[in-house]
């Protein structure tokens, strides 16, 4: 364990301060159909709470709904805090500028996280496949991609394309995946989007954990 040095009275207020700080104040549900019986509750609202997914309207989030691909690149973006104005035009004909998804998915597509179609399409509103968002996962948040071609699931060892199967392999070692069961992934079932914000909860919470330095005072 690294411990750096600090000194001074106002480091050791500034603790006591850290210390004696109430708790924060619980995220509140606005979601009907989201209850806390639900596994991806707690994602979900907390997510909600900080602005980085939207419900379908303002009383339903909709969790086992398909994901579509522009909903997906919109909450990645909002996770990120990525500067959406800097992102060139990836020029896909069926996302115009007028759209709400499209800085996110400009941006996206200029970092190489998402691609289109040869048709230049980017076809925002498919939905998103669960072996798509461990591509766009494993790129956005810059994770360790792993070496490892062999996953614990069966119906992903079968995939001709490798990387598909290090990105899979890449959530299950940031432990962002357990997959649909112990031996299966289901890479090629549209995620849904009570899915996404686990996965994204997860993502955040591995990346934050990784930048997380102790510090002490001898």
């Known amino acids: 364990m690294k411990f750096i040095k600090k000194w001074g009275i106002s480091f050791i207020i500034g603790i006591a301060a850290i210390c004696i700080s109430p708790p924060a104040k619980a995220a509140e549900n606005p979601f009907v159909d989201v209850s806390p019986k639900d596994a991806h509750y707690q994602a979900i609202v907390e997510l909600f709470d900080k602005g980085i997914v939207e419900g379908t309207s303002s009383k339903t989030f909709e969790s086992y709904k398909a994901v579509t691909r522009k909903e997906a690149a919109l909450f990645i973006v909002n996770a990120l805090q990525f500067d959406t104005f800097d992102g060139e035009d990836p ?79 890449t959530l299950v070692d940031y432990k962002i995946t357990t997959g649909t069961t112990p031996t299966t992934f289901s890479p090629y079932q549209s995620l849904t989007r009570g899915q996404l914000a686990t996965f994204l909860k997860r993502a955040i919470d591995a990346v934050d954990a990784a930048n997380f330095e102790f510090i002490g005072v001898e």
Not at 103 to 113: E, M, P, W
Not at 131 to 158: G, Y
């Open 91 to 169: 020029g896909f004909k069926d996302v115009p500028k007028s759209s709400k998804y499209y800085g996110a998915i400009a941006v996206l597509s200029q970092k190489k996280i998402i691609s289109g179609y040869p048709d230049g399409t980017f076809k925002p509103n498919h939905p998103l496949t669960r072996s798509q968002i461990a591509k766009m996962l494993s790129l956005a948040f810059e994770l360790d991609i792993s070496k490892n071609t062999t996953t614990p699931f069966e119906d992903v060892n079968t995939i001709q394309d490798i990387p598909t199967r290090q990105y899979i392999q």
